[in-house]
Structures are given as C-alpha cells and as structure tokens.
C-alpha cells in the first residue's frame, strides 16, 4: 500500500495542478455514481423493487453527469434513506449543514 501512495504522490507531483484538480472531480462525480448503485445492493433492494423508479431509470439516475436533487431524494427514499447536504469551506474539514431530508 505504501508504494501505490508514492507512486501516486509521484504521479500527482508531475500533474499541473489545473489537470489534476479536473482529475480529482471527475474521480469524486464517478465515486458517487458507484456509491448510488451499491447503496440498494448493500440493504437487500431489487431495482425492480425502487417505487416510482423503472429498471432503466434508476440506471440513468445511477449514471448521470449531473444529479439532480428531487429524483435523488426519490431514489433514496425507496430506498428507506433521507439525504444530508453539507457546505464545507475548500480549505476546511468545518461543514455546515443546508438540508436534511
């Protein structure tokens, strides 16, 4: 594990910050995409079994570039879940909270 680190920080020092900054956001976009579609698969859920939800439209809410919040708070409330939504300063580990659902 220690040398993937190294090898990425290696990576990372090569990278123009512009670049890598683009890169870490596209990263971050797909690790939500992954987390939504592991989400029903972790509570035991069938996509059949999401309400007001098809196969095919959990699948696109799944893969979407940009997510919008009603149908998210949909797909989670299928799923039995609410949503949070913090603001955090760039710089910070602080986090204030806008919205619980």
């Known amino acids: 594990m220690a040398k993937k680190t190294r090898l990425i920080s290696e990576l990372d020092a090569r990278m123009k910050a512009e670049v890598l900054a683009r890169a870490r956001k596209m990263a971050e ?9 592991m989400l029903w698969e972790k509570y035991g859920v069938k996509q059949s079994e ?29 799923l039995g879940m609410g949503l949070e939504i913090s603001a955090c300063p760039k710089n910070s580990t602080e986090k204030e909270l806008l919205l619980r659902i």
């Open 29 to 37: 976009k797909e690790s939500v995409h992954i987390r939504l579609g």
């Open 50 to 78: 999401i309400t007001h939800f098809t196969q095919t439209a959990v699948s696109k809410l799944e893969n979407r570039k940009d997510l919008r919040i009603s149908p998210l708070i949909d797909y989670l409330e299928s």
